[in-house]
């Protein structure tokens, strides 16, 4: 990477409320294009509220989400979230109709060939080629957030909301994951928002890390030497005080 | 004894039971001093269906309740479709149609007859708004049932494509709704043909000929006790036929398929 | 296989003591009527109330049963749950037709019925096929009359059957009234005159224009049975409706004032009905061998009878023209 691009979403003193409990108190923070951010922090830290504020899905109680300028209100189609929960496929569509599923039906009318060409790209890029005739039932979890990713993907949009989609994984499907999650990254150069409360996930992943806690933004952390066990010691540092 | 018990385990075993029962019949009907009148010979049934095949309008009879069931079944999921989706849409209105649904609901379409001859008279349409009653409610029911229990990250997904509501309805709440819509239709089947053959044995003809409710009607004034069984076969024929061959077709081309039964 | 037939045989051995567990083992008689309610049953409300049949037979229990229509009296009288039904000669024919034990003890009344219309239809020639009629039900005496008719006018008997509508007395009036597409109501009285009594409505056949003559509209019915296994009681039964009979034609007014009771109406209209003149209370059986020969000829019969004593008791009054 190392070339600093623009600002693609800027965080203004962003606050929210659940049951008159501050979640978030006056957050501020930009993310460039492609970068790829983790979002860690405690349970209940406020980590999925701050995404779904990203994503439109709910309003603030203060301040503003702004998406390459303009206010953020409502879910838009160029910044795709993926869930945690296996059950984001559809269950009725094979692997292949559940991620041809957002270009058929996007009021951009894809053309055939486009769909054909796109929906192959990215069954690949998710090496989920052999599979793309299964019906989710028939597939193990780490399949279904693959087709989960690959769905969210295909519509090339500009920030992938990723809401800890390897939390129910077991360690070496998360990996692997991971490991084809960093060469999508780098195939595509989308930008990427992605909450996690594993320390090791985020350090291996991203290469900006925000640690929340107590509604603010505790730190924010260039992450340039991954994995390091340093680094480990000194984000649990921050995370338990 | 294993090998009997076998028998009783396949997927046949339906009609292994039916022939027991035949079998069963027959023995009471010739060794048992039933009065014919009451219990006729499976020959005197066989007898009668293949007269009132031929000479009589028995199919004629069948296929006009059928139609009747359809139309009605069709008018039902229609009217349950629009109102189960507007409640799903607004608050006010589904408090409405819970409103309708815990009045409506429990009352037989048969105690509504007095008014129904008053209001819509006694014809073909007098029946079907019987059976479009007998469908409606527990079709909403489990329409309403079935959004509900729709993952609320289906709805999440349609919003991020920004799809427009009916979009979301048709793409995704009706096909993740499916289990339920097919158990309505099964419920409503079954409602609609009982609503049909008691309401016709009620009205009578209606439509000339009448259905197969108004056939066993006439065979019960007119003492025909053979004919009124060979009517009830048919209703049990036709009511298999449809749970084998419509109903578990859909099922294994749909929740079947999807993992979802 | 061997439990099983255990299980099959003891099925057969609960359905067949079933069927036949309705037997009184008791010494006291019993029988059983079947009530029925309006005008042309005046006698049988009579007997009842007065307590006729327990004073010509001392000790007897009557058990009157309720019912609603003709086939239902008949069915219960097929299973032995019935020894007496009151109803009209073509539902008994078929009964006989279809090889019922039963035949006719006595006559009962005869009221006025007929054909009631709207306006619009002056006579049977104006009936169309978007017109319904409704009565009781196929095989009733208003059917088989609307079927005499329409072999006189039109020499086709099943002409109107595709017009028919099923519907009670009651719902019958509501439905001709209503104004819907029920145009014409083959009714009895009383529900024949408060049909003609409102504007708009008048009658285009009466049942005797249709049947060609007088007949009984209401003849009483037992089982062979307890003809045959308690003659002392069916004696009774014979004697007690003809008293109620006598009863009812010499004591108009007293009769009146003890239906009351039991119909929905005043004492004047109750003796306004009982003293029509077209309404006669009486034991002897009319019409029997005209309906007969009329249902075999159409093919609602299989067979006539030929011999008198067929059909009805010996003893029973009988008129033939």
């Known amino acids: ?241 | 004894m294993q090998n009997i018990k076998a028998i009783f385990l396949k997927p046949y075993s339906k009609y292994v039971w039916i022939g027991i029962m035949l079998i069963a019949w027959e023995a009471i009907a010739k060794l048992t001093p039933v009065s014919p009148l009451a219990f006729p010979s499976l020959e005197a049934v066989v007898a009668a269906l293949i007269n009132s095949i031929l000479t009589g309008d028995i199919l004629l009879q069948m296929l006009f309740s059928l139609g009747l069931i359809f139309v009605g079944l069709v008018i039902g999921v229609l009217l349950s479709f629009v109102m189960s989706a507007l409640s799903v849409v607004s608050p006010v209105f589904e408090s409405f149609v819970d409103t309708c649904v815990s009045i409506f609901h429990p009352l037989p379409g048969i105690a509504l007859l007095p008014l129904i001859i008053l209001w819509i008279g006694t014809g073909s349409k007098a029946i079907l708004f019987i059976i479009v009653h007998s469908v409606l409610w527990p079709m909403i029911l489990n329409m309403t049932a079935g959004f509900k229990s729709i993952p609320v990250v289906y709805k999440k997904i349609g919003q991020n494509y920004e799809f427009s509501n009916a979009k979301i309805i048709f793409k995704i709440y009706i096909p993740a709704s499916m289990p339920y819509l097919i158990a309505g239709l099964k419920i409503g089947w079954a409602r609609a043909w009982r609503a049909s053959i008691s309401a016709e044995m009620i009205f009578g003809a209606s439509g000339g000929i009448g259905g197969i409710g108004w056939y066993i009607f006439n065979k019960r004034v007119f003492m025909d006790t053979a004919g009124i069984f060979a009517g009830l076969l048919v209703i049990i024929v036709v009511g298999m036929l449809v749970e084998d061959f419509i109903f578990s077709k859909i099922e294994d081309r749909t929740v079947k398929k999807w993992g979802l039964s | 296989m061997k439990r099983f037939g255990i299980i099959l045989s003891l099925l057969c051995l609960v359905w067949i003591t079933g069927c036949t567990a309705t037997k009184n083992d008791s010494q006291e008689k019993v029988i059983r009527i079947a009530e029925q309610y309006g005008i042309a049953y005046a006698p049988v409300q009579i007997m009842k109330d007065q307590g006729i049949l327990e004073k010509n037979y001392p000790g007897i229990q009557v058990i009157w049963e309720q019912m609603s229509n003709t086939t239902a009296i008949r069915e219960a009288m097929v299973s032995n749950k019935l020894d007496v039904g009151f109803m009209a000669i073509p539902p008994f024919l078929i009964g006989w037709d279809n090889g019922m034990d039963w035949k006719i003890a006595t006559g009962l009344s005869s009221v006025p019925t007929g054909l009631v219309a709207k306006d619009e239809i002056q006579s049977l020639q104006d009936i169309e096929n978007d017109d319904r009629i409704a009565l009781p039900q196929p095989g009733s005496v208003q059917h088989i009359l609307l079927a005499m008719a329409c072999k006189k006018e039109f020499n086709d008997p099943k002409k109107m059957d595709n017009l028919l509508v099923t519907l009670s007395h009651p719902d019958g009036m509501t439905a001709l009234l209503a104004g819907n597409e029920i145009t014409a109501h083959f009714t009895s009285t009383p529900y024949r005159e408060a049909e003609l009594a409102t504007t708009g409505y008048h009658e285009i056949l009466t049942g005797e224009e249709a049947f060609g003559g007088d007949f009984s509209f209401i003849v009483g019915v037992t089982t062979k049975k307890l003809h045959d296994e308690n003659p002392e009681v069916y004696k009774a039964f014979n004697q007690s409706v003809e008293e109620a009979i006598l009863f009812i034609n010499e004591n108009p007014e007293e009769a009146a004032e003890i239906l009351t009771k039991y119909y929905d109406l005043s004492k004047e209209d109750i003796l306004k009905y009982l003293t029509a003149e077209d309404t006669e209370y009486s034991a002897t059986v009319k019409g029997i061998k005209n309906f007969s020969d009329f249902m075999n000829e159409t093919d609602y019969l299989k067979k006539s009878y030929t011999s008198i004593e067929e059909v009805v008791w010996e003893n029973t009054d009988y008129a033939e023209y």
């Not at chain 1, 790829?36 to 779904?52: A, H, M, V």
Request: glycine share 8%.
């Open chain 1, 1 to 241: 990477m190392g070339i600093v691009m623009s600002v693609i979403i800027k965080i203004s003193n962003l606050s929210k409320l659940y049951n008159d409990r501050s979640i978030l108190k006056n957050i501020d923070l930009t993310i460039e294009t492609g970068e790829f951010l983790c979002i860690i922090g405690p349970s209940g830290g406020g980590k999925s509220t701050l995404l779904n504020l990203i994503g439109g899905f709910i309003k603030s109680d203060g301040g503003s989400v702004s998406f390459q300028g303009e206010t953020v209100n409502k879910p838009n189609r160029e910044c795709i979230m993926v869930f945690q929960e296996f059950d984001q496929l559809f269950p009725w569509k094979t692997v292949q109709e559940n991620i041809e599923f957002p270009l058929k039906n996007d009021p951009h009318h894809y053309s055939k060939t486009e769909i054909a060409a796109l929906t192959g790209t990215y069954i690949d890029m998710v090496k989920l080629h052999e599979f793309k005739d299964f019906y989710p039932h028939q597939l193990s979890g780490g399949m279904k957030q693959r087709t989960a990713i690959a769905r969210a993907l295909v519509t090339t949009p500009k920030v992938l909301l990723m809401d800890e989609p390897f939390g129910s994984l077991d360690i070496l499907t998360k990996t692997e994951l991971q490991d084809t999650m960093l060469e999508i990254w780098k195939k595509t150069q989308t930008t990427i928002v992605f909450v996690t409360h594993d320390v090791r996930e985020a350090l291996h992943l991203a290469d900006q890390i925000i640690i929340l806690g107590d509604g603010t933004v505790q730190q924010r952390i260039e992450n340039k030497t991954k994995d390091s066990e340093e680094r480990v010691k000194e984000i649990i540092g921050f995370l338990s005080p």
